[in-house]
């Protein structure tokens, strides 16, 4: 039987540094559910359909390297929207968290709608302007000089849309642990996730 670790949260708030490092912990698979939707706006922006580009997308269209853009993310947070798009991507992750032993998924509806029987649901979420300065960071560190003000736009606009969305918005599922990161080194979030999963695991 597989264990799945379901880990949801807004933007930046540390949901994917997490997950991989629980992946390693554990020797799970580790799935970034956000590069499904990044690649639909990508192929969106290049002038697909989003509900057909969704239905035919291959796995090895999701490169991480590729869709780290913020232009890709906007994109993703569009398309996120749409019911025929969602329902399209619901097979390939419910299949990834049952093979194998046990799998780490990331996202917005990881622990309320894709996998809602998971063994262990974490919530990860960071003040908006915590979430903005790491992505402030990260652009830096790409060499793409922003503006800290449209980044932190950019954040609380995309929290809107994802919470407000009809079709699996962003909330935290009642059974779900919330780690708040804003304060927390990845070390510090990675013990205390540590702490719930050792709660649930069988003995
Ligand atoms: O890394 P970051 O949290 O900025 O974004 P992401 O996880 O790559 O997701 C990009 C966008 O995809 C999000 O703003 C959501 O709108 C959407 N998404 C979603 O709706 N459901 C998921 N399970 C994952 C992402
Ligand atoms: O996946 P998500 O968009 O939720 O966030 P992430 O990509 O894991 O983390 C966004 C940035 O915040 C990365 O540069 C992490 O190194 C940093 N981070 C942090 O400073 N402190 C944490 N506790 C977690 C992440």
Redesign the pocket.
């Known amino acids: 039987m597989s264990f799945t670790i379901a880990i949801d949260?807004?933007?930046?708030?540390?949901?994917?540094?997490?997950?991989?490092a629980l992946a390693a912990h554990y020797g799970y698979a580790y799935l970034?559910t956000?590069l499904l939707y990044r690649a639909v706006g990508a192929r969106m922006l290049a002038g697909d359909e989003p509900a057909a580009a969704a239905r035919s997308l291959d796995p090895a269209d999701l490169d991480p390297t590729i869709l780290r853009t913020q232009t890709v993310a906007e994109a993703a947070s569009q398309v996120a929207v749409l019911p025929a798009v969602r329902v399209a991507l619901v097979a390939f992750q419910q299949d990834f968290a049952r093979a194998g032993q046990g799998a780490v998924l990331?996202g917005r509806d990881i622990g309320t709608v894709i996998c809602p029987q998971a063994e262990v649901k974490l919530f990860?979420t960071?003040s908006a302007e915590?979430?903005a300065d790491?992505?402030m960071?990260?652009l830096l560190d790409a060499g793409q000089p922003a503006d800290p003000a449209v980044i932190l736009a950019e954040v609380i606009a995309r929290d809107r849309r994802d919470a407000d969305r009809s079709t699996a918005p962003l909330v935290t599922a009642s059974d779900a642990t919330l780690i708040d990161?804003t304060d927390?080194?990845?070390a510090?979030?990675l013990s205390r996730a540590i702490a719930v999963v050792e709660a649930r695991r069988p003995a």
């Open positions: 949260g807004p933007a930046a708030a540390g949901k994917g540094t997490l997950a991989r970034d956000g990331d990860v960071a915590v979430r790491r992505r960071r990260e990161t927390l080194t990845p510090q979030a």
